[in-house]
């Protein structure tokens, strides 16, 4: 069956980095984009970006332009997504989530990892 | 960036009553429109997608419609399970992917 496993909660201080992981299994990794959406505590759904596994290739959200780097590792069929310079509005629910219809488009998400909560506090 | 506007926030029903959540995008999206629905401390899960088409494994009451800039989620009779909150989300135009605000089903 497919699962996505991310790592787990991390705590940082403001002007840090964070590295979240997100392994998938179950399916052909390099098939299917991977998606990273965040949810603030208590609020909506945000879409920061996504990664092609078949060559690494990433777009993402102007917002976290410059900030967020996603990375894979095809051995381990993992997914890293790197969030530098954190401030409190990065606390969050950091969600790694499948692209429906694989690669071609950007579309819907059918399967999502459990979340890995990240709190930025000094 | 097109904005996605979900009503009501908050709806109050009881087991058994007939449930209709609105969408509306800022402009056309064409089909290009999927339904999620979240319960707390959980992981969103995909319930519709491309307006009208349901994901695999959700029940027959669940149903999506629409086209262009009005959609809506109708659930023919609520069940206790599904007592959530629920988000639209476009992929008509990216980047970025936009979501709802989201509407929370409450039981009366």
């Known amino acids: 069956q497919v699962q996505l496993v991310q790592s787990g909660a991390e705590v940082k201080k403001p002007g840090a980095s964070v590295k979240v992981s997100c392994k998938a299994s179950?399916?052909?990794?390099?098939?299917?984009?991977i998606h990273w959406v965040r949810q603030a505590p208590g609020q909506g759904l945000e879409w920061m970006g996504v990664i092609n596994p078949n060559g690494g290739t990433s777009n993402g959200a102007l917002k976290f332009l410059g900030r967020v780097t996603m990375t894979r590792d095809t051995s381990t069929s993992t997914v890293y997504m790197e969030l530098s310079s954190v401030g409190s509005e990065d606390t969050a629910v950091y969600y790694c989530?499948?692209?429906?219809?694989?690669?071609?488009?950007?579309?819907?998400?059918?399967?999502w990892g459990q979340g890995t909560l990240v709190t930025v506090s000094s | 960036d097109i904005v996605l506007t979900q009503s009501p926030a908050t709806l109050s029903l009881s087991p058994g009553q007939r449930a209709a959540l609105s969408c509306r995008a800022s402009?056309?999206?064409?089909?290009?429109l999927a339904w999620y629905q979240q319960k707390p401390g959980q992981s969103p899960r995909l319930l519709i997608y491309d307006a009208s088409k349901r994901a695999a494994g959700i029940p027959a009451r669940f149903s999506g419609s629409g086209s262009g800039t009005d959609f809506t989620l109708t659930i023919s009779s609520l069940e206790p399970e599904d007592f959530a909150v629920y988000y639209c989300?476009?992929?008509?135009?990216?980047?970025?992917?936009?979501f709802g605000g989201g509407t929370k089903v409450e039981i009366k």
């Open positions: 179950g399916y052909s990794f390099v098939n299917y984009y």
């Open positions: 402009q056309s999206v064409d089909d290009y």
């Open positions: 989300q476009q992929r008509f135009q990216w980047p970025p992917l936009t």
């Open positions: 989530a499948r692209d429906l219809y694989g690669l071609g488009s950007y579309t819907f998400f059918d399967y």
